[in-house]
């Protein structure tokens, strides 16, 4: 199972019509919804959604407006996609992914393997079975949405609380220490394509239990284990409130050459103290290179799982609160930098780090193409960011496969042989940002040079 994947991360390099695509970028108005401005920044802004909600138009014209990631609530989990064992169900699932679609946002995946939230015939499993069923269940949930994942939360919560560093101990603990490296390899099998992330909670600062999956993300990278990234939670309350270290902490696992993520952010404060904590979350995001998205847990204080705290960035009425404008605000004037590359080698790493070739931008009228590439053997990822110079609604990306190169799948692009337009909803493409395309392949992608036309 365990493969040999060398990575090729394609870093943007200065051509004019790119530098003149930056230079719009960075003079252009700030923009004025959390996802544009985290777009801006290289970044997603994401929410967690429960698919009964779509239904609300204040909810859904919210979730359009500001966000451009998604991750079901509760809908992926192992409960709602294998209620019995053997017999999948992806409706409430499906619903949501057919919602990004329409609306061009991403998807993260959220929870395959977790002590919590199995279905009834899973808890009552053990040993050998439980192992085969977890397995069978990657397999499956990670086949039904391959391509469709930008990332997975592959293991959620599998650390203790407390000094101790260690394991939590749970069923699927118990079936043997290395569950949550089958669990990995598992899900890179299954979706080739996918970030495959470790998820926990009360791992935001440096701590005994953050140090624990720090040493097991080391020994994961140092033995070939995938891990593309961790996924800090940052429930924040005043029994785990925000501490110093935060940026830290995400700027040390980024050294250990992962992506990290804020993957379920609320915080329990109130007034002046809340906004200001969410602008000091936003900024060690942007002060990270590595750090990749931010995903609140929840639209309105009335979404949350714990409502009672007010923890989110509108009000029950889907007003702006106090917290959004300081997010925003601190999306707009954070790192001014160029848009950090899709994947990037860490400038310090304790693990074989990836490969880097040269970049390959391609420019035409209106915008570049620059193409970021996933090789392991036999296959590949290939992921397109088409940045405009000036705003465009339509683009066509120009790019030939060497021969032997096979493309199996493709999202957020219609081809036509070396030709790769737009879709209905990624057409539109306003000055200095960008969308991304992507496809899955057998064979070598080999260096690639993109041309890019705009209309
Ligand atoms: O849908 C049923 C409803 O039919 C029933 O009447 C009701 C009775 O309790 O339950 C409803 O399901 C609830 C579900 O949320 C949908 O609202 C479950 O009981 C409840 O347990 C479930 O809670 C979810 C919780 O995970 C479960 O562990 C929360 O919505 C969800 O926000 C929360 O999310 C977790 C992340 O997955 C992992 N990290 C922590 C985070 C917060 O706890």
Not at 100 to 128: D, E, I, K, V
Not at 290 to 297: D, F, L, M, Q, Y
Not at 411 to 422: A, F, K
Request: with cysteine.
């Amino acid at each position: 199972m365990r493969r040999t994947r060398t990575r090729i991360a394609v870093v943007l390099a200065g051509t004019a019509a790119l530098a003149t695509a930056i230079g719009l970028a960075s003079t252009a108005q700030a923009a004025t919804t959390l996802g544009a401005s985290a777009a801006d920044k290289g970044r997603y802004f994401g929410t967690a959604v429960a698919n009964y909600k779509l239904s609300d138009a204040t909810y859904s014209g919210i979730l359009d407006r500001e966000f451009n990631m998604i991750t079901p609530e509760n809908e992926m989990k192992w409960d709602a996609t294998e209620p019995n064992q053997g017999q999948f169900s992806y409706g409430s699932a499906d619903a949501i992914v057919a919602h990004a679609n329409a609306h061009g946002q991403r998807m993260r995946g959220h929870a395959l393997a977790w002590y919590s939230q199995q279905p009834g015939w899973a808890q009552n499993m053990s040993g050998t079975a439980l192992r085969n069923a977890m397995v069978n269940h990657i397999t499956n949930v990670a086949g039904h949405y391959k391509g469709k994942i930008y990332a997975w939360d592959v293991v959620n919560e599998a650390f203790a609380d407390g000094g101790s560093g260690g394991r939590r101990d749970s069923n699927l603990q118990r079936t043997g220490n290395d569950w949550i490296e089958v669990a990995f390899q598992t899900a890179r099998a299954a979706d080739p394509g996918a970030k495959l992330c470790y998820n926990d909670y009360n791992t935001d600062g440096i701590n005994a239990k953050s140090t624990g999956v720090y040493n097991m993300v080391k020994d994961f990278k140092s033995r070939g284990v995938p891990i593309d990234c961790v996924g800090f939670q940052s429930h924040i309350n005043s029994g785990s409130p925000l501490t110093s270290d935060y940026q830290a902490n995400l700027q040390r696992f980024a050294d250990l050459g992962v992506d990290v993520q804020i993957t379920e952010l609320d915080i329990a404060y109130s007034g002046t103290q809340q906004a200001s904590a969410y602008a000091t979350v936003t900024k060690a995001c942007l002060a990270v290179s590595r750090c990749t998205g931010i995903t609140v847990w929840g639209i309105r204080d009335s979404d949350s799982w714990r409502s009672s705290d007010n923890p989110l960035l509108f009000d029950g009425n889907g007003n702006k609160k106090a917290a959004y404008t300081s997010t925003l605000d601190a999306l707009n004037g954070g790192s001014t930098s160029s848009p950090p590359p899709v994947s990037t080698s860490p400038s310090r790493s304790t693990s074989p780090s990836p490969s880097t070739s040269p970049s390959n931008p391609g420019g035409g009228q209106g915008c570049t193409a620059t193409t970021s590439v996933n090789q392991w053997q036999g296959g590949f990822v290939v992921t397109v960011r088409v940045t405009a110079g000036s705003t465009i609604n339509g683009w066509t990306v120009g790019l030939a496969l060497p021969s032997g190169a096979t493309v199996t799948n493709s999202w957020n692009v219609t081809r036509s042989g070396n030709n790769w337009s737009n879709v209905s909803y990624n057409g539109h493409v306003n000055a200095g940002q960008y969308t991304e395309f992507g496809f899955q392949g057998t064979g070598t992608a080999g260096t690639l040079t993109p041309t890019c036309s705009g209309s």
